[in-house]
């Protein structure tokens, strides 16, 4: 696959902000975030959201960082560093969500902007844990989809947040359309977690026009931090001033080579590994 460039000694990376929560087992949210965005040659600025307790096996609690503190972190990364892009990850509450929403207006960053964001509606963990506050789905609906370049979500939150459940590729166009529908200028509808299909494909989608990436379904159990390193791979890919779709296609690649790379951690799923490319430089 093509890589994005690395850049050189001396000189100042492109910068992506990415908006989100931890995870103490170091296998998605802001560490997930942050290790494929330096391996996609960008500095990566945090603003944290939420602090959990987790490790491979679930989810045990979160902490919610005031709103205002969130918010705060925005705003003073993008006055003195800038940033090319951005991305969210779990944000846990309306009140945080509503935060991100309006500082992202204030500082230029969403949809119709010079600063796209993708948007990862988190709301549960892969163990089924949840990561959103169910009164929070509406704040995710309209405040947060209407400012998304690009949503990703997985099924389970597909469901939670549009109703449908996607169970084909009649179903996925459905969602893909709503998601659109709520506001979003491309939506994603990811197919890894369709365990019936030979194939993992993902669906995108602007409002005419559909396209499919699709890449051999994997056997192993160790993606932990899949979704959070796709949307990361995406929002790095943009700031290195790739179309939608070529960032989509470069991510999917991105997340295949990782899952390939990955491995056993705890006694539970192990994360997606982009520490592949340190074996694959000239």
């Known amino acids: 696959m093509q890589l994005l460039p690395l850049a050189e000694q001396g000189h100042t990376p492109i910068r992506v902000l990415t908006i989100a929560g931890t995870d103490s087992g170091g296998g998605a949210g802001i560490q997930a975030d942050s290790r494929t965005m330096a391996l996609c040659g960008v500095h990566a600025c945090v603003a944290v959201a939420a602090v959990t307790v987790q490790n491979s096996v679930g989810v045990s609690g979160f902490h919610e ?8 972190q925005v705003r003073c990364v993008v006055e003195d560093i800038g940033v090319s892009a951005a991305k969210t990850g ?5 009140e945080i969500i509503e935060a991100v929403a309006a500082v992202c ?18 709301c549960a963990s892969m163990h089924g844990d949840p990561l959103l506050h169910a009164s929070a789905l509406e704040a995710v609906r309209s405040a947060l989809i209407p400012l998304a370049t690009v949503v ?28 659109h529908g709520l506001g979003a200028q491309w939506s994603i509808v990811k197919g890894g977690h369709l365990r019936t299909s030979e194939s993992s494909t993902d669906l995108l989608f602007d409002g005419d026009r559909f396209l499919e990436f699709s890449s051999p379904r994997l056997a192993t159990g160790n993606d932990h931090g899949g979704g959070d390193t796709l949307a990361a791979a995406i929002a790095s890919a943009l700031a290195h001033g790739m179309s939608v779709p070529d960032a989509v296609a470069f991510a999917k690649e991105w997340v295949t080579k990782c899952l390939e790379w990955s491995y056993d951690l705890g006694k539970g799923h192990g994360p997606v590994n982009p520490l592949w ?6």
Do not use: F, K, W
């Not at 207006?105 to 988190?122: A, H, K, N």
């Not at 490319?277 to 000239?282: C, G, K, V």
């Open 152 to 179: 990703t979500p997985n099924l389970d939150e597909i469901r939670l947040i549009t109703g449908i459940e996607v169970i084909d590729d009649r179903t996925a166009r459905l969602a893909a359309e709503a998601l």
């Open 277 to 282: 490319r340190l074996h694959e430089q000239p």
């Open 105 to 122: 207006s204030e500082v230029g960053i969403g949809r119709d902007t010079d600063v796209p964001l993708v948007v990862d509606p988190v």
């Open 65 to 72: 960082i005031p709103p205002e503190t969130v918010a705060a």
């Open 90 to 94: 779990m944000l846990a509450s309306t």
